[in-house]
Structure formats: structure tokens, C-alpha cells
């Protein structure tokens, strides 16, 4: 009787944490008309994982459709759908740069109102599949809880060598400027004498050919 | 023997669904703010950190040193105003939580440039005691584990807010290599044009002369 009772206890909980989102994510309020475009910049060879739905604000009406888009920093379009009140995408980035998602509402909806939209973007780590993990190599638990903050610190320590070439980066093109400026403060005034000699020397063989000197 | 082994998977399952929905993440993402940008975020517990950053990442930098700013405000479910900050181009905030419920976080351009903010927002819920003592399948190993989380989710904003900012400077760094190519090349061929269009001149003042002294 009391195992029945804890089982029972327990499969309710679970069906209520069912209902908790797993991931947390953005919402949107899309304008009747207009487009809102939220992006994310990239690097190569990232898995790039979105849902978004569309939340109805009164249940007496029916839920009205969005457009989604997008687009890839050299203007690929990635994924494009029209009329839906939901869906996602993924795919794994092959260029790196600005990657831009666009939703609007369509235009026959009928009213005014604003739209919301579920918005939840996963990159990188969090966009890993740990169910397949745990199911591949057996863990379970407190070991799978520290196995994905083991990928976290990893990510952690990617980012911060990636930080540092781009910090590397930048420092040689603020060094290059850096002289750039010199030499050519430098030479503008070469450039100024140059100029002025080659008036001087210009006007004075004008002035003897007229022979005013 | 084969009941508790039932337990057994019961409590694993639980104590993985209630692992799993204490994990929250979210990229960070850039949005063009023209006049006032809103974003939700939904907070489950009352009392929960939500602690984030936001970047202004320039496209156009012009003649002024400094950057005007946006202003940025957070309201919570009932419509007051938790946390602000005013004309910053970029900041950390963290705050408690004071009740669960949809927050709206809010950036405001006061100037008719638009610009692009690059923003993350990240809510974070550790189990108190008493979240464990409601359910004494909760370990307090969970705890640990849950603070953990939050201090390595503490440490990818910073590096997020790190790259935005990272971004931002190589706007300026692009640009001023720009200008002192273009801008220098340009003062060179306008010396020139102007020293030319004075010999011209010159030449014309003194090509009419009739008499020596004409000028």
C-alpha cells in the first residue's frame, strides 16, 4: 500500500516536471505589422538548435500564424516557413559571421494585437544531446549531471582560447594602425613640401619664359 | 527484491526530471533597437538569480568620443520597475527575483540612430532547503551540484559578455584603420588638387598682361 502510494506520488511528479521547460528561452512580442529579427554571431562548425512557438493571448479567437526566416551571413536562407503557429530548425554553421532569425506576423490575421512568440535558441553546448550520451555510454544521475558540466568547462576553455586569437587579432591591426598613423603624419608633411617646391620651381620658370623675372 | 529495484528506477527518473528542469541556458542574442526593444523571460521560483549583461555593439561610429548610451529597465509580472540602468553602452545586472512570473526586460534608444544590443539573460534556481525537505528523494548532492552549475553559468556570461564586448572594439579598430587609410589618401590628393588649382590660377592672373605691371 505504501510502495503504490510512493510510486503514485512519484509518477505525478513526474508528469509535472514533464510540463516544466526543460530550457528556458525568450519571448517575443511581434508587432501586427513589421518584421523583429533577433541574431546571434557564430563561428564555424556549430550546432545551432531553435524552437519557437507561438503563445495565444485569449483562447477565444484562433491562434494566429507567424513567418519565420533565416539567414545565414552570406545570405543563404536556412530555413524559411510560412503560416505556422510553431516549428524549429538546426543545423550545424558552415560559415562564420551574423546568423539572423526574422518572424513577422502573416497578414491576413485578423486584429491588431501583438503576437507572442517562444523563442528558444540553443547554441554550442547546450544545444548537445545528452539523452543520446546517457543512453550511448550508460550514465545516469549525479554522473550525468557531471558529465555535462564537464562539456561545460570545456566550452569554457574553447571560448577563452578563441578570445584570445581574436584579442591577438586586434592587437595587430591596432599596432598596424598605430605606425600607419605615424608614416603618414609623416609623409603628409613630405607630401605638403613636395607640393610647395614644385610650385615654387613651376611659377618661377612660367615668370622667366614671360620674362617678368 | 523486485519492488525496490522499481523504487530504485522511480527515484532515478525523478531525480533526473527534477535535474533537468534546473537546467537553463540561453545564447546570447543581438536585437536592432530602434526606439524601445521589449524581451520576455519567464521566471519559475520566486527568489530566483537572474543575473545577465548587454552590450551596445556599434555600427556606425562617428564624431563623438563617447558612446551616448541606451537605457535599459526590468519589470516585473506585477508592473513595477525592479532594476534600471540609464544611458550605459553596456552593462552587468544581476537582481533577486521578487516573485515568479513573466519579467519583461526592456531597452530604450533615446536617439534616432538605431542601434544593436547584444543581450543575455540567464535565470538561475539552486534548491533550498526547502525544496528539500518537500521531496526526500532530493539529495543534498543536487545542491552542490546546482551551485556548481550556477558558478560555471556565472563564469560563460562573463565570457559572453567579454566577446560582445570584444566585438564592439573591433568595430572601432575596423574603422579607424578605415579612416586613417581613406581620410590620409584623401588629404594627399586634395593637397594636390588644391596646390594645382593655385598655379592655375596664378597662371591666369598673369597670362593677360599687356604692360609689366599690369597684376
Known amino acids: ?213 | 527484491m523486485e519492488t525496490r529495484k522499481r523504487q530504485g528506477f522511480a527515484k532515478f527518473f525523478l531525480c533526473l526530471g527534477l535535474l533537468c528542469s534546473l537546467v537553463r541556458n540561453l545564447s546570447a542574442l543581438s536585437i536592432t533597437v530602434n526606439d524601445v526593444e521589449c524581451v520576455y523571460e519567464y521566471v519559475l521560483y520566486e527568489g530566483d538569480t537572474v543575473s545577465g549583461n548587454f552590450v551596445v555593439v556599434d555600427h556606425d561610429i562617428f564624431w563623438s568620443s563617447d558612446h551616448p548610451g541606451i537605457d535599459f529597465t526590468v519589470t516585473s509580472p506585477a508592473g513595477n520597475t525592479i532594476h534600471t540602468l540609464k544611458g550605459t553602452s553596456g552593462d552587468k545586472f544581476e537582481f533577486k527575483a521578487p516573485r515568479s512570473g513573466m519579467h519583461k526586460f526592456c531597452f530604450h534608444n533615446p536617439y534616432s540612430t538605431p542601434e544593436t544590443v547584444s543581450f543575455y539573460i540567464h535565470v538561475g534556481h539552486i534548491p533550498n532547503e526547502h525544496d528539500l525537505a518537500k521531496d526526500e528523494h532530493l539529495d543534498p548532492i543536487n545542491v552542490k551540484i546546482a551551485e556548481l552549475r550556477e558558478a560555471l553559468e556565472s563564469v560563460t556570461a562573463e565570457q559572453k559578455y567579454l566577446k560582445a564586448r570584444d566585438a564592439r572594439h573591433r568595430y572601432t579598430n575596423e574603422s579607424t584603420r578605415k579612416r586613417v587609410i581613406f581620410y590620409t589618401l584623401g588629404e594627399y590628393i586634395l593637397l594636390a588638387i588644391a596646390s594645382g588649382l593655385q598655379v592655375v590660377y596664378i597662371r591666369r592672373l598673369f597670362s593677360k598682361t599687356v604692360g609689366y605691371n599690369r597684376v
Open chain 1, 1 to 213: 500500500m505504501g510502495e503504490r502510494v510512493t510510486t503514485g506520488a512519484v509518477l505525478l511528479l513526474l508528469w509535472w516536471t514533464s510540463f516544466l521547460p526543460m530550457d528556458q528561452a525568450i519571448w517575443l512580442n511581434l508587432p501586427p505589422t513589421g518584421t523583429k529579427c533577433v541574431s546571434e554571431e557564430v563561428h564555424i562548425n556549430v550546432v545551432v538548435l531553435a524552437d519557437y512557438v507561438v503563445i495565444p493571448d485569449d483562447h477565444s479567437h484562433q491562434t494566429p500564424t507567424i513567418s519565420a526566416k533565416v539567414t545565414s551571413p552570406y545570405g543563404n536562407n536556412l530555413h524559411h516557413k510560412e503560416n505556422v503557429t510553431y516549428g524549429q530548425f538546426a543545423f550545424t554553421t558552415t560559415e562564420a559571421g551574423n546568423y539572423l532569425a526574422c518572424f513577422w506576423v502573416d497578414g491576413h490575421n485578423s486584429g491588431g494585437k501583438d503576437v507572442s512568440v517562444n523563442l528558444e535558441w540553443r547554441t554550442g553546448i547546450s544545444a548537445k544531446d545528452w539523452e543520446s550520451v546517457a543512453r550511448k555510454e550508460k550514465i545516469q544521475g549525479v554522473e550525468l549531471e557531471l558529465r555535462k558540466l564537464e562539456g561545460v568547462v570545456q566550452a569554457i576553455h574553447e571560448n577563452l582560447l578563441f578570445l584570445k586569437t581574436r584579442e591577438s587579432e586586434m592587437r595587430t591591426v591596432s599596432e598596424k594602425t598605430n605606425s600607419r598613423v605615424a608614416w603618414f603624419s609623416i609623409m603628409s608633411l613630405g607630401v605638403c613640401i613636395a607640393v610647395s617646391v614644385f610650385q615654387l620651381w613651376h611659377l618661377t620658370r612660367y615668370f622667366q619664359k614671360k620674362k617678368l623675372i
